[in-house]
């Protein structure tokens, strides 16, 4: 299946011509960034906290301390709301009201299932970390009993979402674009800076090239219009 | 009031030491984006909508479609929780459990106060169009009667609200101190490419200078490690 089913929850209302539900295009999305923000309730009341992720197949994981208020609703079965947002530009139109914001946004909604079992919650973790730093996962200290101990893992199928994307340049009214008004996208992007040596880091030890490899790519990655 | 006062809302329970509740550093945060993620419920299901925003003083202002399945929960009352959240950077640890993210992250709790009058919806727009675009709000068509109509537009009073930041190296076990791993910060951060100009803009049209100062601000702006 490689479109998702649109539901009450995910089906995009507003400028729905947006609205994108192949997965594909939104696994393209959460792979391009590994911070979600997530929405529970407690008591009635909604939070958001943002929190790093990893996707695999069709599935995202998320991890945190086991004293998390985040986590303790997930786990009581609350239905939660996932989002992921790309800002990719600027729109500026001739007048106010079309200026807009180029963006690819993914939207998840459902229940998280707790991974319990230390070999399911390392491989896990294993996705988490190599979602964000692909290489890490061999090089750095794996985690030991306690660490695992305290650390909750969650894992939420990607089978209720959509994707909202905007691209493009302006679109003005038809007598607008008379005005003498500069019009045009001014596009944003993430970059990575030259990785920081913790000034502890034992002698010898050279940058890796993984680290090399995730810094080129997130620069090189292409800009959307 | 320079110190926001804490709440059973805006308490910050893990990791407190990160916790901020001073005004200044949180307007400074907000005013480093202009999209932030708002947290809704309707029928009891939480929803998350990305959007822009401006701050000016003690305020944030969002607008949008006055069809807008979020403005009207905002509208019928309902307490949401608003979150910008700036990524800083990778913190690679020793060991995967100590990997973390350098971020700064704004929570605000609240009820919307729609905007009616004409002249105070136009004041609203301004201060979210020059928050994003200092500059642009006198070169381009200001929004007519009808344009003012079909957008609403609310005010979040800046009084229920904590920042949570994580800047530094990372911290890892004093044993594994000892072993053969880098560790450091990956710095990340948001930069703006040349601006594209729509090809429909008229000849003899320039970039404005307000827009050249925009890039140049973003890509000066200096890392917070």
Chains 1, 2 share one sequence.
């Not at 009214?173 to 993430?190: F, H, M, Q, R, S």
Request: hydrophobic share 35%.
């Amino acid at each position: 299946m490689k479109e998702l089913k649109k539901t009450n929850r995910t089906k995009v209302n507003r400028t729905p011509k947006r609205a994108v539900y192949e997965k594909e295009t939104i696994y393209k999305i959460l792979d391009e960034t590994f911070v979600c923000q997530i929405a529970f309730k407690i008591d009635g009341q909604v939070f958001i906290i943002p929190t790093a992720f990893g996707r695999k197949d069709d599935s995202i994981f998320i991890h945190g301390s086991n004293k998390s208020r985040m986590l303790n609703s997930i786990k009581s079965g609350e239905d939660i709301c996932i989002d992921v947002t790309l800002i990719d530009g600027i729109v500026a139109a001739r007048s106010i009201f079309h200026h807009s914001i180029n963006y690819r946004s993914v939207i998840i909604f459902g229940k998280g299932k707790e991974i319990d079992e230390p070999e399911d919650k390392l491989k896990a973790l294993k996705i988490i970390t190599e979602h964000i730093i692909p290489g890490r996962w061999n090089d750095a200290r794996k985690p030991n009993e306690k660490e695992l101990e305290i650390t909750s893992v969650f894992e939420f199928k990607i089978d209720e979402a959509s994707a909202k994307i905007r691209t493009g340049p302006p679109v003005d009214e038809k007598e607008d674009y008379n005005l003498n008004v500069w019009a045009g996208i001014i596009p944003l992007k993430t970059i990575a800076e030259s990785p920081i040596r913790d000034q502890e880091v034992r002698n010898g030890i050279l940058l890796p090239d993984y680290i090399k490899d995730f810094s080129m790519r997130v620069n090189s990655s292409k800009i959307k219009e």
